[in-house]
């Protein structure tokens, strides 16, 4: 089957994404069709240049490509300031240029700090993104955030640099865990609520050997969304945030060990379900969907009992959205369609994280 291909463009970019099965092995052909270039460093973690990097190394040769392949350990550890320093020396030793391009093959760990390096590698070079996760393929690989964490936060050092081109190759999830793959639907179920009611009850009866055209779908929902607010100006692209705010400070207080990210966000979800019902008028039976649906996926819908409630509150005090007073928080009114909206007080978020 021949892949899909989804057009990208927003003001002042465009890429393709292809999305298909088995793309690994024409990987080279399509890179030379959108990057007539010679040189190119493939950057993955040791997980994924075991199982991938080799097939990736042949494709881009044989398709008279220069590849240098740098591997970094796997995890969000991997994700710092140093780690892009020391990617950018071996890079230069290996006599990458600015006619040079960088690819990313990994998660999203390796998807933020490859293109954060093409994007500071001689003030910029194109990047190539292989999303070798789901939550990679529908939601890091998209939009041009790249970057790495600060000491004291996550994501606080980075870029915008949107990808020359993404190529989403399904077969590669047959490898993940389980649990790594799980965690990809609480984006997806997310991007159903504040974007796509179809989708929504689609998803019930996803058929994962058929993956491609949900993919297709939700890369077009974050992609058409950030094309209205490239830098969270408008607050467009704040909806994707929906679910986040208390899911993000679920992850921190759980160390960011306790909790994948998609899991602390599916419990995120169910709090801004709540608040949505209470500020929104979200109907309750379709809060019950929602909830539902994200336990289809074995992810998380209520806190253990020994969880540190008292470090979410903690955490959601650090976030930055509530020092100015004013909380704009993104509630939905009906499962596809969603708004910011300044009505929300601390004790509507207190109130639903303690229905967890
Ligand atoms: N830039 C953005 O817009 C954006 C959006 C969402 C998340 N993110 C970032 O994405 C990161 C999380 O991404 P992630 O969940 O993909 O994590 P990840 O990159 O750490 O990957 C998770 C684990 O799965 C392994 N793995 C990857 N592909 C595999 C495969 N095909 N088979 C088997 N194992 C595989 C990895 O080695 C890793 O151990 C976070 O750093 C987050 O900040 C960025
Ligand atoms: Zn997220």
Redesign the pocket.
Known sequence: MEPILVDISGPGYRYPALVGANVLDQLGEYTRKYLPRERCGIIS????AR??ADRVKKSLMSAGFHPTLIVIP???KS?TLERAGAICDRMIAAGLDRQSFVVGL???????IS?FVAAIYHRGIPHVQI???L??MV??S??G???VNARDG??LIGAVHHPALVIDDVD??K???RR?FN?GFA?IIKHAIIADAEMFTTLKDVDPENLAPLIRRNIEIKSEIVAKDERDRTGERALLNFGHTVGHAIERAGDYKRF???EAISLGLIAACDVSMKRAGLPRDQRDAIVDLLRRFDLPTQLPKDFPREKIFKALRFDKKFESGKIRFVVAPRIGTAHVTTDVTMDDIQKAVDAL
Request: glycine share 20%.
């Open positions: 973690d040791r997980n994924v199982s991938f796997a995890g969000e994700k990994g998660g999203g760990v390796i998807g933020d293109g999303p070798t996760t939550l990679a939601d890091s998209i939009g955030k790249t970057g996550k994501n590669v999830l490898t993940m865990p790594e965690q984006e994948l990210h998609g």
